[in-house]
């Protein structure tokens, strides 16, 4: 069993960042992919940015440029740099992560966190 506890996020005008946090009940380096999905009201959940294999970096097209993930493993944390918001990045955001035991895979989910962006 893996927890994932979000938190950073909240309310912020158009071009303006926020960095959200995403804290593991347990070793990430032990954990295949670990990052975070985002899911706005009436849409699907979507990538955002992920880890995988402890250094492969994905990014939605959405955000490249403009989001940055990263990872303090000393901590079990995942970090989410937010910069250049737009109104189109409100949603949750949920911290996700995917481990294996053989070959069978499990997956996690934080309990999400809002971030709104708007004037």
């Known amino acids: 069993q893996v927890q994932l506890v979000e938190s950073g996020g909240g309310l912020v005008q158009p071009g303006g960042s926020l960095r959200l946090s995403c804290a593991a009940s347990?070793?990430?380096?032990?954990?295949?992919?670990m990052g975070w999905y985002r899911q706005a009201p009436g849409k699907q959940r979507e990538l955002v940015a992920t880890y995988t294999s402890g250094s492969s970096i994905d990014y939605a097209d959405s955000v490249k440029g403009r989001f940055t993930i990263s990872r303090d493993n000393a901590k079990n944390t995942v970090y989410l740099q937010m910069n250049s918001l737009k109104p189109e990045d409100t949603a949750v955001y949920y911290c996700?992560?995917?481990?294996?035991?053989?070959?069978?895979?499990?997956?996690?989910w934080g309990q999400g966190t809002q971030v709104t962006v708007s004037s």
């Open positions: 347990r070793s990430i380096e032990s954990m295949y992919t």
């Open positions: 996700y992560s995917r481990t294996y035991s053989g070959l069978r895979g499990y997956d996690y």
